[in-house]
């Protein structure tokens, strides 16, 4: 019986060794194809991810110009009801940052306005 737990002990130990040998090795001189295979996955990953950017700047451009209902079918068709929502909070948000950036430069134009009245009023005086 004690014979058993320390075979079973023995051979954990030896396995274990063996694995972080194995990590330490694939760490420090990766093969190279594990390396294509990393490379693949950025790549499968920078492509998916550009796929839904095009896909979300293309919503943000037509938001104005498409029923809410068919944007919301449209999205629920493509993505799941949890991204359907967070897009729908994204163009929301996107379309009060515009209004916000269009008043500000509107309030801007008009500063540069008075500025310049002050301007033409001191060369008055």
């Known amino acids: 019986m004690v014979f058993l737990a320390s075979a079973f002990v023995y051979a954990f130990s030896v396995l274990l060794i063996g694995l972080d040998l194995l990590y330490w090795l694939w760490i ?19 492509f998916e991810h550009r796929k839904e950017w095009n896909w979300r700047t ?10 809410s209902r068919t944007t919301l079918r449209l999205i629920r068709d493509n993505q799941g009801e949890m991204e359907a929502a ?18 500000y430069e509107a ?14 009023n001191e060369f008055c005086i």
């Open 28 to 46: 420090v001189t990766p093969c190279s194809s594990c390396t294509m295979l990393h490379d693949l996955v950025k790549v499968s990953y920078g």
């Open 58 to 67: 293309q919503l943000l451009k037509d938001r104005l110009s498409t029923d």
């Open 86 to 103: 967070q897009i729908v909070v994204d163009l929301f948000e996107t379309h009060y940052i515009q209004e916000a950036l269009q008043d």
């Open 107 to 120: 309030a801007e134009r008009d500063n540069k306005t008075h500025e310049q009245r002050f301007e033409e």
